[in-house]
């Protein structure tokens, strides 16, 4: 499933609670609840990215020529946030996360429902992310 | 119109001058619990900003027409209202601002670079909003000033001994909150100021949570400075207050140069105006100083007695049943405290708190709250905090608590 299928789907979801933001929300920390446990030693200041208010803890693995990323929050908003990219971009070749269009932000209006100072927090995750893909790749093409 | 507020009815009539309040966020009626970062504006500061363009807009000062001398006029008479309102000894000892850290970072170029020289201390607490550290922080690199840290005890109350400990001939100025936006304590700032004198050092108090709350007066106190917002008292923003004392200010260099604050230019040798223009650069926010003016007399319509008594029955219900709910962390529990209550639940963000609340239409605030030497303090990353002002019911308290129980119970 490439990542604007994923994308689609994450959109249909959110579609489904007709712009209810406490839906919304509580959908989110649904889907925070879901990821896959952060390995311990990496929860430190290596692998963090700072937002506003909240920690946000991100990592990645290459595994068969596919990027994995781990992520974790202090809080369990922007743990759910995180989780959308991860879903998103995970397990995609490093490649395809450099091309990759995440548009699905604006689709699901979460600026109405994380605000600005939220927004350039997840603006800070998809960079690092990114830069993730972009090691990666460099790796790859020595 | 002079309102009581002995009931219910009162209140309601006392809202009706908020327009703003009487709407729905994200589903649900609004509750603003969010006072300490700014408070709503009633209906006559609102008409005074329209009616000040509608009718006399125009240059103040220095201009000869009719309508010149009209605004010139509403932004003077707001000086003396201001004057009068913290009962300062003349209106030229009131300067307008942009606001409160404007009035603070003011005072610290302007005195502290008089005063200031090398090995000299500044004294401020470790209660301060960030815009009373990082002015003085500047002034001392500059200098080569030393910046103290009068501590506080766990209830977040200034450990008044050490403050004593830490007075000396090199103590120049003392800066210090009145009430502390993040703790609600309620300084003795008197008590400060006169021990500061007896070492020579001159006090600068930043009001800004306090002159909403409680009356103020400079003379009483006998502060050198004392700074505060237009907009945490129920009037506009970009709109600041600094009194000073005449001798001080005549004494301090000018903090900005420009038009209205010369007396004579020229390429060798400019003079400069008498207080208060001397600080006064450029074309000042008239609008929002006549509008002002209008929130004072809305205060006063009240009166800070009321104000007070009825915020602080909303703190202490709101404290009271927030207490109840397990794992309940109260930040700043001082004998003297404000309408503020700032606190954590264990194992709950505050973070998530604010975003949930949001949700169901009540607005608080959570983080740092510009004092982040503070969350060092206490060893927390922020808190969440409500802060209540004379327009807050006691249903939209019970409805906050209630709203914040259930949240509680579902994340943890």
Known sequence: MNIKVRQEEIIEEFGLLDGDLEMSINYLIELGDQLAPFPKNNKNDDFIVKGCQSKVWLFAQEEDQQVIFHADSNTVVTKGLVSLLVRVLSGHRAEEILNGDIYFPDKIGMGRFIGSQRSNGFSAMIKQMKLYALAINIKDKK | ?412
Request: glycine content about 8%; overall charge negative; hydrophobic content about 40%.
């Open chain 2, 1 to 412: 119109m002079t309102l009581t507020l002995k009931d219910q009815l009162d209140l309601t009539t006392l809202r009706k001058q908020f327009p703003i309040l009487d709407q729905s966020v994200n589903g649900n009626p609004l509750i603003y619990l969010d006072n300490a970062a700014t408070t709503q504006k009633p209906l006559a500061v609102i008409s005074e900003i329209n009616r000040y363009y509608t009718e006399d807009n125009a240059n103040i000062h220095r201009g000869i027409h009719t309508m010149a001398e009209r605004a010139t006029t509403a932004y003077e008479n707001t000086r003396k209202s201001v004057a009068q309102f913290i009962n300062a000894n003349e209106s030229e000892e009131i300067i307008f601002t942009k606001g409160c850290t404007d009035s603070i970072n003011l005072v610290a170029y302007s005195l502290g670079g008089y005063l200031l020289k090398p090995g000299d201390e500044v004294l401020i607490s470790c209660m301060e909003h960030h815009s009373n550290i990082v002015p003085w922080q500047l002034i001392c690199e500059k200098t080569k000033a030393v910046l103290k840290i009068m501590p506080i005890n766990d209830k977040g109350e200034l450990i008044f001994e050490e403050f004593l400990n830490l007075l000396s001939e090199r103590t120049k100025i003392v800066s210090m909150v009145h009430i502390s936006n993040t703790l609600g304590t309620i300084n003795p700032v008197k008590e400060v100021i006169a021990a500061a004198h007896k070492w020579g050092a001159k006090v600068l108090i930043d009001g800004a949570q306090a002159t909403p709350h409680n009356k103020i007066d400079v003379k009483s106190l006998n502060c050198d400075f004392y700074a505060f917002s237009g907009h945490k008292m129920y009037g506009p923003t970009g709109v600041g207050v600094l009194y000073g004392k005449r001798s001080l200010l005549e004494a301090i260099p000018p903090y900005q140069g420009g038009g209205e604050m010369i007396k004579e230019v020229s390429f060798t040798q400019t003079t400069y105006n008498e207080i208060p223009f001397k600080f006064e650069a450029g074309t000042p926010n008239i609008a929002g100083v006549t509008a002002l003016n209008k929130a004072i007399e809305f205060v006063q319509s009240i009166g800070l007695g009321q104000i007070s008594h009825h915020e602080n029955a909303l703190l202490l219900r709101a404290t009271t049943q927030l207490s109840e709910i397990e794992g309940f962390q109260p930040m700043g529990t001082a004998s003297e405290k404000a309408s503020v209550i700032s606190f954590n639940f264990e194992g709950v963000h505050p973070f998530d708190l604010g975003v949930l609340l949001d949700a169901k239409g009540i607005a608080i605030r959570t983080g740092h709250h510009c004092t982040q030497p503070l969350m060092d303090r206490f060893k927390v990353e922020g808190t969440a905090r409500a802060s209540f002002a004379i327009y807050n019911t006691f249903e939209e308290v019970d409805q906050f608590v209630s709203s914040l129980s259930n949240l509680i119970k579902k994340l943890r």
